[in-house]
């Protein structure tokens, strides 16, 4: 596998973001308060009445997109393929249905695909923030998935060239 180093860059962008009912919000909500010192020190992005609620209750800027079922969701994944998001804590609840359950997994994949830390819970999350990482300059390692992608397609092309040269066999 191939890899490309990020840039060199402190974890300036949190994408705070929630997909559940009420007692996750509650939940994320806490966390928030609790490490607002933290916090204020990096650029929030949020989904929906979310951003608003954190907006409100840390009293400091929170980028806010759509709601996630409407768009917000893709809007953070776009960010994080951008560049523009270092970290992600995503409360929620795994025994619950989720209502787009596509666009979770659609995130959780973005994240993995560029390395994105992500939180599912609070005690990830409690990690993560209390990290020394979070000050420093962290080098993200990210594969190099369109190489990775353009040697596979190379090699399925070879095999192809090969099983068109040989002579078909006539078992009788």
């Known amino acids: 596998m191939s890899f490309v180093t990020k840039e060199k860059a402190k974890m300036e962008n949190i994408m705070s973001e929630i997909k559940m009912r009420e007692k996750k919000r509650i939940e994320l909500l806490e966390w928030a308060l609790f490490n607002k010192n933290s916090l204020s020190q990096h650029e929030?992005?949020?989904t929906g009445s979310t951003g608003n609620i954190l907006t409100k209750a840390l009293e400091m800027p929170v980028n806010c997109f759509k709601s996630g079922p409407l768009g917000g969701d893709q809007q953070i994944g776009a960010?994080?393929?951008e560049g523009d998001i270092d970290m992600a804590?995503?409360?929620w609840d795994p025994l619950e249905p989720q209502p787009h359950d596509v666009d979770v997994k659609a995130l959780l994949r973005i994240a993995a695909v560029y390395n994105i830390p992500i939180a599912c819970n609070?005690?990830?999350a409690d990690f993560l923030i209390s990290s020394h990482l979070?000050?420093?300059v962290y080098e993200r390692i990210v594969v190099d998935y369109e190489l990775t992608q353009k040697t596979r397609n190379d090699m399925f092309a070879r095999?192809?060239?090969l099983q068109n040269c040989r002579q078909p066999c006539n078992p009788f």
């Open 89 to 91: 804590v995503f409360f």
């Open 134 to 136: 979070m000050n420093e």
């Open 79 to 81: 960010k994080i393929a």
């Open 159 to 161: 095999d192809d060239e």
């Open 44 to 46: 929030l992005f949020a």
């Open 122 to 124: 609070r005690a990830t």
